[in-house]
């Protein structure tokens, strides 16, 4: 299986960007998937998350201007990012799991990462 994130870019502070996240590979099933970001130098961060149950997860720093969305039967996900600042400057990755819950950030599948910069 295969996720390939794309959407990122530059965008200016208080811009918005969609990163998708589309799985492909021999017949499988996700049913839960999730963003993360890594800051230059330092660990991979969740940044939201989302099962096929439509249990929603967000890290503080993104609650209320990050929405994250999953097409189960398209084995598509989205994140729009709104209002975005200079702190949200970082490489974004995509993750997904055929189990609804997932222990930490132990998701089966990762994708490429995709840099987003924000400038003030």
């Known amino acids: 299986v295969q996720l390939q994130a794309s959407g990122g870019g530059l965008a200016q502070a208080g811009e918005s960007l969609r990163l998708s996240c589309a799985a492909s590979?021999?017949?499988?099933?996700?049913?839960?998937m999730a963003w993360y970001r890594q800051f230059s130098g330092k660990q991979r961060e969740l940044v939201a998350s989302v099962n096929s149950g439509g249990s929603k997860k967000y890290a503080d720093s993104v609650k209320g201007r990050f929405t994250i969305s999953g097409i189960f039967a398209e084995n598509t996900g989205y994140l729009q990012m709104d209002k975005l600042e200079p702190d949200d400057t970082a490489v974004y990755y995509c993750?997904?799991?055929?189990?609804?819950?997932?222990?930490?950030?132990?998701?089966?599948?990762w994708g490429r990462g995709t840099q987003v910069t924000v400038s003030s």
């Open positions: 590979g021999p017949p499988f099933t996700i049913v839960a």
């Open positions: 993750a997904a799991d055929p189990a609804t819950r997932v222990v930490g950030d132990n998701y089966k599948y």
